[in-house]
């Protein structure tokens, strides 16, 4: 395994606390050419607020490099329906179980660390502004952005640039695939396999070990990317994103492509330095600025912060879907979830006006926030249903599209 570089050490030794009045000052600076951030925090709100920041305010001819590491959440992309590539019920069941555990704990919260204290709230669920697909973050998981000119915008360079990372790291056969993930493999010659043919997920005998996302405006061009260093998390991730509504949903947006995953089973600090070094021999020399929690106060930070975390935002940007508890799958008619009984609506930016119950159109007076819906039973009875039918077919469409987690999902 080979040292990180001297001067990638020494940069990380000398890094300046950025102050929150010159951090946009700093990135807008024509003169700072070359730019990288390493943020402490585990807040994923607040690390992709900064990356926006950042995206809107460095100068249009800078390249920069951001690394943060969050608390475990699951970030869909921007054009994504969480209905479709989330668990919702089962980070309903996180909540819960983190709630139950601090109820019952004997450890005093407030002697606990700030990202003691995250990590125990459970899994977020956070809307990012770039495309792509749905991925599991966890302190195991580091992310990398970097911010160039969009002239000089390229799907796999700084993919193969964390590539080089990792093999100066030992870790040996990492390359970029056709879908520009960083994979590995344990027989080198599935690598080899993935050249030809079609490009699909998931090559026979290779795993994906980074994914990436990209958003581009005018001027400036961002991809981020993830890497799995070392999950705890790695066989729960699936759980989490395998929904038990996916099957009854029609949905226009972007669903996300699977494939097996792997650790690399790298250090986060030893993964830092390399990526520095890299970075570094591509763009020349930098000085490291650091963030903490405190950035949720930087003004336009804060306001990110709040978009992200809005439920409007999470939810409500959902594009237009439909739902059914018969829903037909490729034109064929599939098995009804409710026996005799059926239930169906449509979705529009996160609200239904009516539901289809046993043939018949139930319209509300109001429209309905389908992330509000709390106690589908209720909402049934209220619309004239009997009871019975109320319960069996109100209950079976919370359990599978989730009902509490909408006021813990952004916390």
Known sequence: MTRPSLRATRLLRSALLVTRRSFTAAAANPSNTVQVYISHSRDPFLNLS??????????AASTVLFLYTNRPCIVIG????PWVEVNLPLLDEAWAACATAA????TDLLVRTPQEAAESRG???VRRRSGGGAVFHDSGNINFSVLCPSASFDRDKHAEMVVRALTRLGVAGARVNCRHDIVVADDPAALEMTDSGTCKAGAPGTFKVSGSAYKLTR???LHHGTCLLGSPNL????????????????ARGVESVRSPVKNVDVDRVAFEREVLREFESMYGAFQVTEFDESMAMHPEVAKGMQ????????????PRFSFSSDMKKDGVEAENALGQDSISFEIAHGELDAA?????????????????????PSLLSSLGIEPGKSKSIGTWTGDVLGSSWSSKASM
Do not use: C, M
């Open 50 to 59: 900064i990356e926006h920041v950042l995206l809107q305010k460095s100068h």
């Open 103 to 106: 109820a019952t704990s004997s």
């Open 78 to 81: 921007r054009n994504q329906n």
């Open 123 to 125: 899994v977020a669920l």
């Open 235 to 250: 066989k729960n991730i699936s759980r989490f994103l395998r929904s038990p509504a996916r099957r009854y949903i029609e």
């Open 356 to 376: 289809t119950v046993n043939g018949t159109v139930y319209s509300f007076a109001q429209p309905k926030k389908l992330y509000n819906i709390r106690d589908w």
């Open 307 to 318: 978009e992200l975390k809005s439920r409007d935002w999470i939810y409500g940007q959902t």
């Open 219 to 221: 001027l400036r061009s």
